[in-house]
């Protein structure tokens, strides 16, 4: 999908409103949210067909390899790094409480949830297959990335309350193995790290789609999750722990795109070609027309 489609491009587009009144045009965006959300839920829980979908050892390599850092971490590095955080600079603490808050999920999930409702509300069948393709390829890509965080991001919220792990300015003394068990307290939320497993989520999923944004998004992940610690919020291990949880949720989610061939291939795993900007630019200007709104 990469070369613009000239029929879409000289179109002669009328700009939404033309033609139809507003409690018209409310109830034909609100006929094409219900809609479209109806149809894009269903193609996410519909069966699988039968089909292999690849293997991949390096995510139970890295599986494994992270479970064994946090246990080392927990015994070996929290206390040391606890020593290291109280002895920082002030303005090195300030530089890294401005960045933490950079890796909640909101910066994720409410731009991806906009672009989906309005991608929802704007796709017609009164639009050509094309354009219909280029929103459909678009909606499936936002959603996973927006799935991408949210589940994970779920999943921590629940299961660190119910760990109960102590963080590391409770009760002024340096204890990693302080726990109270199924307190659900914020002070007791500290593994796995909520900000580490959105940051993670985040590069893991948007690298996956758009390869070119992988040094990027690794290095964001990466000042995430030495920000938690920096700023006293978690230990080494807690952070570790958000990693894991974000590596094996977004393999699962990528999994189950691909073995209903949406996103991903299912032999490799790796993301199908995106719809260029010509082609995204013409299908929009498609559906904000008088043309894609006519009944």
Same mark, same amino acid.
């Given at each position: 999908?990469?070369?613009?489609?000239?029929?879409?491009?000289? %179109?002669?587009?009328?700009?939404?409103?033309?033609?139809?009144?507003?409690?018209?045009?409310?109830? /034909?965006?609100?006929?094409? *949210?219900?809609?479209?959300?109806?149809?894009?839920?269903?193609?996410?829980?519909?069966?699988?067909?039968?089909?292999?979908?690849?293997?991949?050892?390096?995510?139970?390599?890295?599986?494994?390899?992270?479970?064994?850092?946090?246990?080392?971490?927990?015994?070996? *590095? =929290?206390?040391? !790094?606890?020593?290291?955080?109280?002895?920082?600079?002030?303005?090195?603490?300030?530089?890294?409480?401005?960045?933490? =808050? *950079?890796?909640?999920?909101?910066?994720?999930?409410?731009?991806?949830?906009?672009?989906?409702?309005?991608?929802?509300?704007?796709?017609?069948?009164?639009?050509?297959?094309?354009?219909?393709?280029?929103?459909?390829?678009?909606?499936?890509?936002?959603?996973?990335?927006?799935?991408?965080?949210?589940?994970?991001? *779920?999943?921590?919220?629940?299961?660190?309350?119910?760990?109960?792990?102590?963080?590391?300015?409770?009760?002024?003394?340096? =204890?990693?193995?302080?726990?109270?068990?199924?307190?659900?307290?914020?002070?007791?939320?500290?593994?796995?790290?909520?900000?580490?497993?959105?940051?993670?989520?985040?590069?893991?999923?948007?690298?996956?789609?758009?390869?070119?944004?992988?040094?990027?998004? /690794?290095?964001?992940?990466?000042?995430? %999750?030495?920000?938690?610690?920096?700023?006293?919020?978690?230990?080494?291990? =807690?952070?570790?722990?958000?990693?894991?949880?974000?590596?094996?949720?977004?393999?699962?989610?990528?999994? /189950?795109?691909?073995?209903?061939?949406?996103?991903?291939? !299912?032999?490799?795993?790796?993301?199908?070609?995106?719809?260029?900007?010509?082609?995204?630019?013409?299908?929009?200007?498609?559906?904000?027309?008088?043309?894609?709104?006519?009944?």
């Amino acid at each position: 999908m990469n070369a613009p489609n000239p029929r879409l491009e000289n %179109m002669n587009v009328t700009p939404v409103g033309d033609g139809m009144g507003l409690q018209a045009a409310v109830q /034909w965006l609100a006929r094409n *949210l219900a809609t479209n959300t109806a149809l894009w839920c269903r193609a996410l829980v519909r069966p699988a067909p039968s089909i292999t979908i690849g293997r991949s050892p390096g995510t139970i390599v890295w599986s494994v390899a992270l479970i064994v850092a946090a246990i080392a971490a927990m015994f070996l *590095l =929290d206390t040391a !790094a606890l020593d290291w955080v109280r002895r920082e600079p002030h303005w090195f603490r300030a530089a890294f409480e401005k960045l933490t =808050d *950079l890796g909640l999920s909101g910066w994720f999930l409410f731009p991806c949830g906009f672009i989906l409702l309005f991608l929802a509300a704007v796709t017609s069948n009164k639009l050509t297959r094309l354009a219909q393709g280029v929103l459909a390829a678009l909606a499936a890509r936002f959603g996973f990335l927006f799935l991408a965080v949210a589940l994970p991001g *779920l999943f921590v919220s629940i299961a660190k309350r119910l760990i109960g792990r102590a963080r590391p300015y409770v009760g002024g003394h340096e =204890d990693p193995f302080a726990y109270v068990l199924f307190g659900w307290r914020p002070e007791f939320a500290s593994m796995p790290s909520g900000h580490a497993t959105t940051a993670v989520a985040a590069a893991i999923a948007i690298g996956a789609m758009w390869p070119r944004t992988r040094i990027v998004m /690794w290095f964001y992940a990466a000042v995430i %999750m030495v920000s938690r610690v920096a700023v006293l919020a978690h230990h080494p291990s =807690d952070v570790i722990a958000g990693a894991l949880v974000a590596l094996l949720g977004t393999h699962l989610l990528r999994r /189950w795109f691909a073995a209903r061939r949406l996103v991903f291939r !299912a032999v490799d795993l790796s993301a199908n070609p995106g719809p260029s900007w010509p082609r995204i630019k013409a299908a929009l200007q498609q559906a904000m027309s008088a043309r894609g709104m006519s009944a």
